[in-house]
């Protein structure tokens, strides 16, 4: 997946906080909707217009962000 087309980062929205779709909803939020135990389907029915593609999105930036802090051992 290529979360480039979904993930966005305006600097006059949420802070410049990385969101969804120029929307004011952040990949963090949705990272922790699903921390807390909502399912997807609970998140998409209460943001309808969130889509199952946009929250694997969230979770491929969450991951390749986490991938490019980890610094390898030697």
């Keep these: 997946m290529d979360y480039k087309n979904i993930i966005t980062i305006e600097a006059d929205k949420?802070?410049?906080k990385p969101c969804i779709r120029g929307l004011r909803i952040t990949?963090?939020?949705v990272l922790e909707y699903l921390a807390s135990g909502m399912?997807?389907?609970d998140i998409i029915n209460d943001f309808p217009?969130?889509?199952s593609e946009d929250?694997?999105?969230?979770l491929q930036f969450?991951?390749?962000r986490e991938r490019k802090?980890?610094?390898?051992t030697l």
């Design 49 to 51: 217009e969130l889509t």
């Design 62 to 64: 969450a991951a390749d």
């Design 69 to 72: 802090l980890v610094k390898p």
């Design 39 to 41: 399912s997807e389907e």
């Design 55 to 58: 929250i694997k999105a969230c």
């Design 27 to 29: 990949v963090y939020d």
């Design 14 to 16: 949420r802070g410049g």
